[in-house]
């Protein structure tokens, strides 16, 4: 082997991540402190959706991207759910459009009103249930409109039809919790990582598991698709726990290409994946680096390219689309990193130097857009297509078109012994035992309030037939 380092060249070598100024970030925000290992951040061209700490039920902020600076304490939240809100993901063709999933078992659906909330939202246009336990993830289809995926404790992943508001499909192949999901372009292949340490390859509209990884020497935590190469990238942890990662064909799982040990930290690995520029980015949990990586489909597949570095630690990372970027300062991802210690989401750009203010069409190729490649009832059916692309050239600012349509739902009942199960559905919580119990306490003084007044008015009618029947009758 030669002694001669090997030199690559390539226009992303130089990338650097730039943090916005503290004006354009947004502060005073009481994020979760939830252990759950998800990201609690979500975000779109138009708002920006953070988890946060909550009493008596899960609640989340939704703030337009416009509006920086402190959060007053007293914002509008979006508090239905009566247990932690533990995943929330932006529906990638409709703007206003937001998914939730929860303790309480239940999956949510929330539509955003032109210029975010002016007073606290407690009614989801649509309520999912179908889990028996709670549900930790949620993944919208990538190319196909209101198709939505959820990964409960029970071990099930549901695919809902929000055009019907009823589960289509049971993937029930994982022995364990679920741990991450992802897709490839097209929406035809869900890969998952579980705590069985296996990673699987699964057709989900049959729930066919076509490959499978008994992963021993790296322990799996996340995957990513890596777009249309035909391959997967894990994170996890080696059997000296080090922090790993793997790629992998996916057509073939029976042993990983490569692996590469990345440090000796304890913190979870997310892996971000940009398709048009083929760069890797690995965030670690609890400290503030991100690196980043270019693949190729030849050897040695993973070009190290550079590192940003941060004192502060992140907690999880909201991903701008690639429509919401700033393509005049040649930024080509965007971080919304979560600082819990602050109560901080911070900006963080990743930008190429170019001395031209031109636009760089080698590094914006088309890039999947705002509008869906299927309906629901095509997807179901067995058609595959690829997601409609669009161009970044004048600065892509136009609205979605499209509008969610909430099903109209008979009310279904299931009566035992006189009592409508799903309508009195038991108190899972404390704090929701406790509600309950004053407003059953309520319920029992206005019915005894109720209850006095027509006895009174019993009595008046009494009098009034006694006084009838003694007066004299009139010829």
Excluded at 7 to 23: I, L
Excluded at 140 to 160: E, Q, R
Excluded at 320 to 342: I, N, Q, W
């Amino acid at each position: 082997m030669s002694w001669r380092p090997q030199y690559r060249s390539s226009k992303f070598r130089n990338v650097y991540g730039k943090v916005a100024n503290r004006e354009h970030c947004f502060d005073g925000i009481p994020i979760t402190k939830n252990v759950h290992d998800n990201h609690f951040c979500a975000v779109n061209a138009r708002f920006l959706a953070i988890v946060t700490e909550s009493a008596g039920g899960g609640s989340f902020l939704v703030i337009p991207l416009e509006q920086t600076g402190r959060i007053e304490p007293n914002y509008p939240k979006v508090c239905g759910h009566q247990g932690n809100v533990l995943d929330i993901k932006w529906n990638p063709f409709i703007d206003n459009i937001i998914a939730s999933c929860s303790e309480d078992t239940s999956v949510r659906i929330w539509e955003i009103p032109e210029g975010g909330l002016k007073r606290n939202m407690t009614e989801a246009l649509l309520e999912l249930h179908g889990h028996s336990r709670r549900v930790g993830l949620v993944e919208w289809h990538p190319t196909t409109n209101n198709i939505l995926f959820s990964a409960g404790y029970d071990y099930k992943v549901l695919i809902w039809n929000l055009d019907v508001g009823e589960p289509v499909k049971m993937i029930d192949c994982h022995t364990d919790v679920i741990l991450c999901m992802s897709f490839n372009t097209d929406g035809s292949l869900l890969t998952t990582t579980c705590k069985d340490k296996k990673l699987r390859v699964i057709e989900p509209r049959s729930g066919r598991v076509l490959q499978e990884a008994n992963c021993k020497t790296h322990r799996v935590n996340r995957v990513v698709f890596l777009g249309n190469m035909k391959r997967l990238l894990t994170t996890g942890v080696s059997r000296w726990n080090t922090r790993q990662i793997a790629l992998w064909d996916q057509e073939d799982l029976s042993m990983p290409l490569i692996e590469e040990e990345i440090d000796g930290l304890s913190g979870l690995l997310f892996p971000f994946y940009d398709a048009d520029t083929h760069m890797l980015y690995l965030a670690g949990k609890g400290d503030g680096n991100i690196r980043y990586y270019e693949i190729s489909t030849e050897k040695p597949y993973l070009s190290y390219l550079m590192e940003f570095r941060s004192p502060a630690p992140q907690k999880g990372l909201g991903v701008m689309p690639k429509h919401g970027l700033d393509v005049s300062a040649c930024e080509v991802f965007r971080f919304y990193k979560l600082v819990t210690l602050k109560g901080l989401i911070e900006p963080i750009s990743m930008i190429v130097p170019r001395r031209s203010d031109s636009y760089q069409e080698d590094i914006y190729p088309m890039t999947p857009g705002t509008e869906p490649a299927l309906t629901p009832d095509e997807w179901l059916g067995g058609v595959n297509r690829d997601p409609v692309l669009m161009s970044l050239k004048e600065g892509y600012k136009k609205s979605s078109k499209m509008v969610f349509k909430a099903p109209i739902k008979e009310k279904k009942s299931v009566v035992v012994n006189g009592i409508d199960l799903l309508e009195n559905v038991p108190p899972r919580t404390e704090n929701e035992l406790l509600r309950m119990f004053f407003r059953q306490q309520d319920e029992i003084r206005r019915l005894k309030e109720e209850l006095a007044q027509k006895d009174i008015r019993i009595r008046q009618l009494q009098l009034e037939l006694k006084n009838l029947r003694n007066s004299p009758k009139n010829c």
